[in-house]
């Protein structure tokens, strides 16, 4: 009876310990889901949609304090005690000093027909040496910029390795970041509106966002410079790369004709805070479903590469028949025991192969976007988020007299979906053939009923651009309704679909258990 009892217990032991190991596994998992997932990326979303919001509040209140703080930075900076340098290396400077004068005599003033980069070794009031990189016509005019500036000149030299380090095409060159956008829009505009002018505003921004970023400070520097050459400031935001937005270039362009660029600065930072809004609500739709899946799948590869095995183990010391499900959930685990090389392997060959498909193949992107678009949910979040940015780019445009052909060249820019590209083409083709705007979005399956007679109605009501901006406002509550619904539904969804996954493979590798405690018994 007692040998009966131990056997019993034995089985049971041996039954409940994985189970046990399972349920904790699992527990401790969907805790650590259910963290990472809810609590930190609906932080995150917040934290980042309230870090723009204050960017541009925060503007508001410095107004004419930052331009006193930098001034009495620069009154410290004077004061400060001259940096000691070797007797040889200053006299190699006054050198290369007076051979400068003597070039810039001769060939120093003969101007190139485009901007090339300047390497400039200068000398500060405080008396420290530094090296600037500025783009420019010709020496003379960078030697008279950086006089101007305040410093005293020793060299200046241009070479095809400084063009290709530091010139428009470099890779550093990159688009200012949307906080800082913000910041700089905002902080010109309460420049301007408080009396300093425009060469000195930029030069105040300049040491502001230069601080940590060489690469902007150049920039920035650049545009002082063709200011002062008397450049309209459009173009020198142009001369920058893509450091600039096109649309804010056109925007700027248009407002200088009418000589309205403090109001349009404040729109533009409010376009640029709406459009960033929307872009993370885009990202938050797709990042959540993502990070849980790849929780999903995580809980799944560790139940079949650790807690399998066990009992395996299990069922060949008792010479179990293995059959069904059971087998099937075995081989999986020995499959992906041995082989997890080549599986990440090929997964990587086919993420690689897909990205570089997608970016270089036109067909084969504009393939994927309209399969996505055909989906359901997927595709009414991708042509709100699409309608949103497309009718509020074309109000402003509109808003700022921007002429109707560079307007669709811009919204051609902004998009990277190839099916409203190609709805910007063929409206660029109507509006050149004397047609209205609004024929190329009839009947179109990407272009919602509502937004056409929208833009219908604004075309013969001759408020377009008001309209525009309606459709914007409409499609921007429509996306975040349905990203905050999609949400709210996908949470339990894949919840619900992980534990069933998870009590599958339970009860297919639980169920020979029972048959072994049954034959004992």
Known sequence: MSSSKNSNNLVMNIITFPFMLIYTVFKSFLSGFKFLTVDLVSSGVSNARISAETAVKNAQYKKEDEFERNRKADKRQIKESKVRYSAKYIDKLEQEQKKLIEDLKVSGSVRNPEAVMYQATVRDKSGRFSTEVIAGLSKSDVNAFLVNEGYEVFQIKTSRF???????????????????????????????????????????????????????????????YQLTLGEDFSVALEKQGKMFPGLLINMIKAAEASGTLEETLDDMADY????????????????????????????????????????????????????????FIIGASNFLKNNWFYIILVIAIIVIVFAFLYKKVKAFRIYVQKALMHM?????????????????????????????TDSMDILVKITNNEIYKDIMFQTIDNISKGESISESFKNHWAIPD???????????????????QKVSEYYQEQHRNLVTNLKNFIEPVLICTLAFVVGAIILAVMGPMFGLYDSIK
């Open 272 to 327: 640029y805070t709406e459009i960033d809004k929307t872009r993370k609500q885009m990202i938050s739709a797709i990042m959540y479903p993502a990070i849980i899946s790849i929780f999903a799948i995580g809980v799944v590869i560790f139940i079949l590469v650790y807690v399998i095995p066990q009992f395996t183990d299990i069922y060949k010391q008792s010479d179990l028949k293995i059959s069904g499900l059971t087998a």
């Open 162 to 224: 400084i063009n290709m380090m530091y010139g428009r095409s470099n890779i550093t060159n990159r688009q200012m970041k949307v906080k800082d956008l913000l910041f700089w829009l905002t902080q010109l505009s309460t420049y301007l509106k408080a009396g300093i002018t425009l060469t000195n505003s930029v030069k105040i921004l300049g040491e502001q966002l230069g601080r940590k970023n060489k690469n902007r400070k150049r920039a920035f520097q650049s545009i002082v």
């Open 376 to 404: 359901p949910v997927v595709k009414n979040l991708i042509i709100y988020n699409e309608m949103t940015i497309f009718t509020k780019t074309f109000a402003s445009l509109l808003k700022n007299n921007v002429f109707i």
């Open 450 to 468: 509502v937004a056409y007679h929208m833009i219908v109605t604004g075309e013969s009501t001759g408020e377009l651009a008001h309209m525009m």
